[in-house]
């Protein structure tokens, strides 16, 4: 059905002066060329509008309420426009970001305070996924904005490194380990390593399985499926496995508990890499203006080893 806006616009101009008595708004068209477009809107609307006769014209059921709902109709339409327009200037909009769970302790509240402060028209909507789907979901459109731990490369997203950090490592208070300032990887030969399984964050996963190789072992890993953070926190509370995770991750899931611990992973050090991605289709002002801040973040917090350029 294709009514448009000017067509509406006509047809409240003419049941405002019918209805309630106003003069109509000027309209800049002949008075033949209104009663046709009234008369196409009928036709389009499949019912008459007005009743007509030779003493008087009035609305019918129809045409009262198409005079209630139009309103609405064209002050939502205009709504859009003016968003549109002002998303496209870069002056507000809402911004879908997609994150890996490990970043919701530290750089995710970061980084939302810092939208809040640099750009407070913005409307973030956060949302969480593993770090694999991330740059499908940025190709598909569903996210403008992406936090992925070493995310695979996709041809049509962008992306750089956000921060660098070390490996840690969280285990019970009542783990035989749990008394070691430091972690040396070799002593994880006869661990469970507690880790999410490797579709999930291909990269990650392997970085640290090399590490272990490079120690002359092969790590024996526990990986559930897309399990729930809280769970797996939980298992680690009974003494059995070794969790691995980034260290603002591990250190603040351990403030949070006091039945885990976190201790530096060492010799070799594990280093996780934390990537911003976006949709390299949308050059939008809006998504420029989420990554200057992003990266005035990693600046401040000195959350590179070397500041991005």
């Known amino acids: 059905m294709d009514v448009s806006p000017r067509v509406l616009r006509y047809f409240m101009a003419v049941a405002e002066e019918l209805h309630f008595g106003r003069a109509a708004t000027r309209l800049y068209i002949s ?146 380990l749990a008394a070691a300032p430091t972690i040396p990887v070799t002593v994880l030969r006869d661990e469970t390593l507690q880790l999410f399984p490797r579709r999930l964050a291909p990269a990650y996963y392997d970085g640290i399985v090399a590490a272990c190789h490079e120690a002359g072992f092969s790590p024996k890993i526990c990986a559930f499926e897309e399990p729930p953070v809280n769970a797996m926190l939980a298992r680690l509370s009974s003494g059995r496995d070794v969790g691995l995770a980034p260290t603002s991750f591990a250190e603040h899931a351990a403030k949070g508990s006091t039945s885990i611990i976190c201790r530096d992973v060492v010799d070799p050090s594990i280093v996780a890499e934390l990537s911003v991605l976006w949709s390299a289709k949308d050059p939008s002002p809006a998504i420029a203006s989420v990554l200057a801040t992003a990266r005035r973040c990693a600046e401040h917090h000195g959350w590179l080893r070397s500041p991005i350029t």
Not at 35 to 42: C, D, F, Y
Not at 103 to 126: I, K, N, R, Y
Not at 154 to 162: R, T
């Open 31 to 176: 008075q033949p060329s209104l009663s046709h477009q009234i008369r196409k809107l009928e036709e389009t609307l499949e019912t008459p509008l007005f009743v007509r006769s030779s003493r008087r014209v009035q609305l019918t059921a129809a045409g009262r309420t198409l005079v209630h709902e139009a309103p609405i109709a064209l002050a939502a339409l205009e709504q859009a426009v003016q968003l549109t327009r002002r998303a496209g200037a870069g002056i507000a909009t809402t911004i879908r970001l997609g994150y890996t769970p490990v970043t919701s302790f530290d750089t995710l509240t970061v980084l939302l305070d810092a939208l809040q402060e640099d750009h407070p028209d913005f409307t973030v909507d956060p949302r969480e996924f593993f770090s694999a789907e991330i740059p499908e979901r940025l190709c598909a459109g569903d996210l403008d904005i992406g936090l992925a731990l070493s995310p695979q490369p996709l041809d049509g997203v962008g992306g750089e490194i956000l921060r660098e950090e070390p490996v840690s490592a969280l285990l019970s208070t009542r783990h035989r």
